[in-house]
Structures are given as structure tokens and as C-alpha cells.
């Protein structure tokens, strides 16, 4: 099957751009540059990308020639950038404007771009719920006070926030708070989580006794085939449906073709997996966590991902499949590349049936 239709977020002034980056994070960035991608004679939203500020500053040409790398690396024609900072002037006196603060990182950022082929064709700075254009400082544009960043439902945004919808995710405050929301349930919800682990555990020896491990494996697809289908109904995933699906995962086959489904749509395989994720404990959580990683990036989704890869190698940090994964995001390997090695995957299962 060819991959799910994707909404294609197209964004076009300054104020909807401010609007839609919380959006595109996933959670309201926080003293972070912002850079987007953008493909194509249209424009597209590609790969977003965070980074802290500081770091930002601090790294100096290197920081920036990354930044310029991981954009070609997307296939980027153009780019946006976006810094949200609320901080002051060494003195504390400043409000408001602050893009002096800020320009040469920007400028050197969109000189670096530029050399890689990858024109920035805005650049915004936004603090306190308002935006101001780097692009136009000096020349009267932008209003000193700054102008209200766009609050209107635009069309991007409401194909974005329907994506996010589908998949189980809402736009969070904070990075902590994507941190919080794929943390593994504590106290009497973990101690009951490890008694739905054991009895997983138990049942899967039994079957694989009974019936052997390619009986057992195709039950495990399966099962979680029906619980991919019944994960976006009210109930959701139970607890004990969870521990079932990450005990089957110890079975690499079963993971790796589960991985696969990502290639046809991500969205309904991520809410599935996310809600799988909530409700097991260490250390019958890593391959959980890494798949999610695996179809996070596969998708573009460079927050999550990273999320997941932490709580995978927190778990177990001999995970191959987390390491592997590191190891790309580490070179800035192109989600599209990820996406080949996983059709690849595909294709080799089909070859051992």
C-alpha cells in the first residue's frame, strides 16, 4: 500500500508562522531557535527543528553550518527561522523588540544557509505573544511594539492540529511536558503494570511451549494488527493489552514488522504506541520506546524521537535498535533515508515468509 495521505501545511505570512511553530514542535518552545524546512517550488513544511539558544550562540559557525547541514540534509530549497526568547538585556531593562540581542546569530545563521543553497526567506523573533521580522529591522515594517502573534484557526494550522489529533498528541507547554507525557506509570499503576507484565510473559512461554515460535510470532503481528485497529476507540489500549504487546516484542521479527507499518501510516501507529508506552515499566519498555523513535523520525518528528531514544537507552542502553537509531540522528541521516531502511526491512521479511 502506498503511504497515507499526509495534510500539507502551507504557511504564508509572518503572524502564522509565530502561530503554527508550538505546533510544529509539538510543545511551546521555550529560548530556542526554531528552523523549518521548506520543500519545493510550493513551499512545504518539511523537517522541523529545535535547538536550544544558548546552544545556538554559544556554538558559534559550527552550531549554524549544523543547523545549515541537517536543512540539506531534508532536501530544503528555503528555510524559516524563529527565535523565541523572553530574555532581557544584561541590564533587565529591555521589553519588547529585542532583535539586536539576537541578530548575529541570525545573520550569520542565514549567511551559513545560504551557502548551503538553502535561502532563508523569513526570519522572526518572538517573545511575549508577539513577533517581529529580522528581515525588515530598520526599515519601519514592523510596528516598534511588535505585532499579536496570529491567533486565528488558519487552514495549516487546523491540518497540523487534526494530524496531532489522530495520533493521541496535543500541543504541550513545554518540553518537559512531551518528557511527562511519554513517562511510564509510577506507584500502585506501576506496581499493577508489572503484575499485567508477568502474566504476558507467562501466557507467551506457554504458547511459544504449545505451539512453537512461528505460531507464536504470527499471533503476536496479529494481535497487535487488531489492537492497532481498536487503539483510536474510546477504551483505547488496556493495561493488559499493553504488557501483552511489549512482551511480544522481544520476538525481533514481530517488531520489525510492526515497525513497517509506519511506512503506511504513522499517525494511528504512534497513538497505539504511545498509549503502550504510558502503561509498561522498565525495562519491558525499550523496545516500545524505540519503536516509537524509529516512526517518529521515519514521520519527521525530531522532538519525539529523541524523547523516546532517551527513555529507550535509559531503560536498556545495549538496545540496538535505540543505538542504531542514535547513530542516525547523531549524522543527521534525512527521514527519508530512515524511511528506506525500513521499507527495505519490509522487504526482506517478505523474502524469509
Same mark, same amino acid.
Given at each position: ?60 559557525? %559550527? #552550531? ?30 529591555? @521589553? ?6 539576537? #541578530? ?25 505573544? @508577539? ?6 529591522? %530598520? ?39 512531551? +518528557? ?5 506509570? +509510577? ?32 499471533? %503476536? ?45 504513522? %499517525? ?19 523496545? +516500545? ?65
Amino acid at each position: 500500500m502506498p503511504p497515507a495521505a499526509r495534510p500539507v501545511a502551507r504557511l504564508s505570512e509572518p503572524g502564522e508562522i509565530a502561530a503554527l511553530v508550538p505546533v510544529l514542535c509539538g510543545f511551546v518552545p521555550h529560548e530556542s531557535l526554531v528552523v523549518v524546512s521548506l520543500r519545493g517550488a510550493r513551499k512545504l513544511v518539511g523537517l522541523t527543528m529545535r535547538f536550544d539558544l544558548d546552544w545556538a550562540r554559544d556554538g558559534g559557525r %559550527g #552550531a549554524v553550518e549544523e543547523v545549515a547541514g541537517r536543512l540539506a540534509l531534508d532536501g530544503a530549497e528555503r528555510a524559516l527561522l524563529v527565535v523565541l526568547s523572553d530574555q532581557s538585556d544584561p541590564d533587565g531593562t529591555a @521589553r519588547g523588540d529585542d532583535r539586536l540581542a539576537w #541578530a548575529a546569530l541570525v545573520d550569520e545563521a542565514m549567511e551559513v544557509c545560504e551557502a548551503r543553497g538553502v535561502p532563508v526567506v523569513e526570519a522572526l523573533l518572538v517573545r511575549e505573544g @508577539r513577533w517581529w521580522s529580522f528581515l525588515c529591522h %530598520g526599515q519601519g515594517c514592523c510596528p516598534a511594539a511588535g505585532t499579536p502573534v496570529e491567533v486565528e484557526p488558519t487552514q495549516a494550522l487546523r491540518l497540523l492540529a487534526s494530524e496531532q489529533v489522530l495520533e493521541g498528541r496535543a500541543v504541550l507547554a513545554s518540553r518537559e511536558e512531551l +518528557v511527562r507525557s511519554l513517562a511510564p506509570p +509510577v506507584l500502585l499503576a506501576a506496581a499493577a503494570a508489572e503484575q499485567h507484565l508477568d502474566r504476558a510473559v507467562l501466557a507467551w512461554v506457554e504458547r511459544h511451549r504449545q505451539e512453537g515460535a512461528d505460531a507464536l510470532r504470527a499471533h %503476536g503481528v496479529t494481535a497487535a494488527g487488531r489492537l492497532l485497529a481498536s487503539s483510536l476507540s474510546p477504551g483505547g489500549v488496556s493495561a493488559a493489552e499493553a504488557a501483552q504487546l511489549a512482551v511480544s516484542l522481544h520476538d525481533l521479527r514481530v517488531r520489525d514488522e510492526i515497525a513497517t507499518w509506519g511506512l503506511t501510516d504513522p %499517525g494511528p501507529l504512534l497513538a497505539m504506541l504511545l498509549q503502550v508506552a504510558r502503561q509498561v515499566v522498565p525495562p519491558e519498555d525499550t523496545q +516500545v520506546c524505540a519503536l516509537i523513535g524509529w516512526v517518529a523520525y521515519a514521520k519527521g518528528d525530531g522532538a519525539l524521537v529523541n524523547v523516546a531514544l532517551d527513555r529507550a537507552l535509559s531503560s536498556n542502553p545495549d538496545c540496538s535498535l535505540a543505538l542504531l537509531l542514535r547513530e542516525l540522528l547523531d549524522r543527521q541521516i534525512a527521514p527519508e533515508e530512515v524511511r528506506r531502511l525500513l521499507a527495505d526491512t519490509r522487504a526482506g521479511l517478505r523474502d524469509q515468509v
